[in-house]
C-alpha cells in the first residue's frame, strides 16, 4: 500500500500559464543516489525523509505481510506496533523530532493510524465517527493529516490540528488525498474532480484556501502533489497517455523532472519526499522486478529560502 499505489489514493482549477516543463537540468541529475533494502524483504520502499536525513518506509515479508520501517542511520529497523495489535504496518512520514506517522491493520482487518513518537509512546489515530482510518503525515507541530472512511465505505480528508479532527475535503470532487503537511500547515495532495481520471495537485494553506494544479504538458486531470518541504519546493508526479508516471519538483511556478541515474535501469520510479535539504527518497522497480527504496542526497541546499 504506497502512497501512490493505495486505491483510497488513485486520485479544477488553475492551469500553469506561461510555464513550461525544464527539460535540462534535472533536479534529479543534483544529488547522490543509494539503492537500499531492508534485509530478506521481497519490496522495500523509502516515503519519507527529515532533515536529519532519517527515512521511514515499509517492507514486505515472502507471505505479503508489510511491516513499518525506521533508519535512524544505522540502517533500517522495524517499527514495534504489536502494542497496538498491529498485524500489517506503513510509515509515511517522520518529522524532524523523529515523531513517524503511519497506518497499521489489526487483526480484524481494519485501519488505524498511528504516531510513534521519539520517546518509544504510541498513539493511534481514529477519526471520530469514521472507520477504516489512515494516517499519511505528520509535522513538527504535531498536525496530523490522512484518510478515514464514512460508513459507506466513502474515503474523506482529515488533517488534527492541535488535538483537533476536521473534514478538509475539497468541495466539488469526488476524493481529496492530503498526501503531505509542512510546518506552516499547508497541506499538499490529489483532488479528483472527474471519475477514471488522477486529478489535480492541490496545495491547502493554513486558512483553507486551496489552489489546484496541473503539471505543464501534462494531459489533463492527470497530476497530484506528493510532498511539500518548509522552502516552496513541492513533488509531484502526472501520469502520460500510455499510463507512465513523470516525477517533478515545482519550485516558484517552474517545474523541474526528477529521475534516477540510467544505472539503476528503474522501469518504474516514484519520488516520495522533499526535506528542507534538498534531500529526496523514494523507491523503484529495478531490472529483476523487485521494488527497492532510493535515496537522494543533496551536495548542498539546492532551494534556497
Not at 507512465?244 to 519526499?273: C, G, H, I, M
Request: glycine share 12%; no cysteine.
Amino acid at each position: 500500500m504506497s502512497r501512490i499505489e493505495s486505491s483510497a489514493r488513485v486520485l479544477a482549477a488553475v492551469a500553469l500559464a506561461g510555464v513550461a516543463l525544464l527539460a535540462s537540468p534535472a533536479f534529479g541529475a543534483q544529488l547522490k543516489y543509494q539503492s537500499v533494502d531492508y534485509p530478506g524483504a521481497t519490496a522495500t520502499e523509502v516515503f519519507a525523509v527529515n532533515d536529519l536525513r532519517q527515512y521511514v518506509g515499509a517492507e514486505r515479508e515472502s507471505d505479503g505481510t508489510h511491516y513499518a520501517l525506521l533508519n535512524e542511520g544505522a540502517g533500517f529497523n522495524r517499527i514495534d506496533l504489536s502494542a497496538l495489535g498491529a498485524i500489517q504496518s506503513w510509515a509515511y512520514s517522520i518529522n524532524s523530532m523523529t515523531d513517524v506517522a503511519g497506518t497499521f491493520i489489526d487483526a480484524g482487518g481494519v485501519s488505524h493510524g498511528y504516531v510513534h513518537h521519539a520517546d518509544g509512546s504510541i498513539e493511534t489515530i481514529d477519526f471520530p465517527g469514521g472507520n477504516n482510518t489512515q494516517g499519511y503525515g505528520v509535522n513538527d507541530r504535531g498536525t496530523v493529516i490522512g484518510l478515514y472512511n464514512d460508513d459507506a465505505g466513502v474515503p474523506h480528508a482529515y488533517a488534527r490540528i492541535k488535538g483537533r479532527f476536521m473534514n478538509i475535503d475539497i468541495p466539488g470532487g469526488i476524493a481529496t488525498t492530503p498526501l503531505s503537511v509542512n510546518d506552516s500547515n499547508e497541506i499538499v495532495g490529489g483532488f479528483q474532480k472527474t471519475p477514471d481520471t488522477v486529478g489535480y495537485g492541490f496545495v491547502r494553506d493554513a486558512s483553507g484556501h486551496v489552489t489546484l494544479h496541473q503539471a505543464p504538458g501534462s494531459p489533463d486531470q492527470s497530476t497530484f502533489f506528493i510532498s511539500a518541504n518548509n522552502r516552496g519546493g513541492v513533488l509531484g508526479t502526472w501520469q502520460d497517455a500510455d499510463g507512465n508516471y513523470v516525477n517533478f519538483l515545482r519550485k516558484q511556478a517552474k517545474y523541474y523532472p526528477v529521475d534516477l541515474p540510467a544505472s539503476f535501469e528503474s522501469s518504474f520510479t516514484s519520488a516520495q519526499t522533499i526535506n528542507d535539504r534538498s534531500d529526496i527518497v523514494g523507491y523503484y522497480v529495478g531490472p529483476d522486478g523487485i521494488v527497492h527504496g532510493w535515496t537522494g542526497w543533496a551536495k548542498n541546499s539546492l532551494l534556497g529560502r
